[in-house]
């Protein structure tokens, strides 16, 4: 099973920008497309962002459409989140994942067909 690590997270600064990154190592023949989720105090997690290595093709919750990016370097076996323009309510810690099948729908990566998490990296957006 491949194991996802992420790192990057911190305090920022409202309209201040971070880089995550989250490094496959293990079997990384099974990181298939990545997503990425974040989880605030007393909330539900949610998908953020996913992106399928095959095609390419990217998904972005409505909260962070124009501010997230999501990226891929197969030859680093890292795939990263650049957030901009962040705000306080993108306070959470922030989790990526990846599936069997390499398939991001109109909703992103289903929680259901995650094969593997990362333990998180908190992000806190805080003047």
């Known amino acids: 099973q491949v194991r996802l690590v992420e790192s990057g997270g911190g305090l920022v600064q409202p309209g201040g920008s971070l880089r995550l990154s989250c490094a496959a190592s293990?079997?990384?023949?099974?990181?298939?497309?990545t997503g990425w989720f974040r989880q605030a105090p007393g909330k539900e997690r949610e998908g953020v962002s996913c992106?399928?290595?095959?095609?390419?093709?990217?998904y972005y919750a409505d909260s962070v459409k124009g501010r997230f990016t999501i990226s891929r370097d197969n030859a680093k076996n890292t795939a990263y989140l650049q957030m901009n323009n962040l705000k306080p309510e993108d306070t959470a810690v922030y989790y990526c994942?990846?599936?069997?099948?390499?398939?991001?729908?109109?909703?992103?990566?289903?929680?259901?067909?995650?094969?593997?998490w990362g333990q998180g990296t908190q992000v806190t957006v805080s003047s």
């Open positions: 994942a990846t599936d069997a099948d390499d398939y991001c729908s109109e909703d992103g990566l289903a929680e259901g067909d995650v094969q593997s």
């Open positions: 293990g079997f990384t023949s099974d990181w298939h497309a």
């Open positions: 992106h399928s290595n095959s095609d390419g093709s990217t």
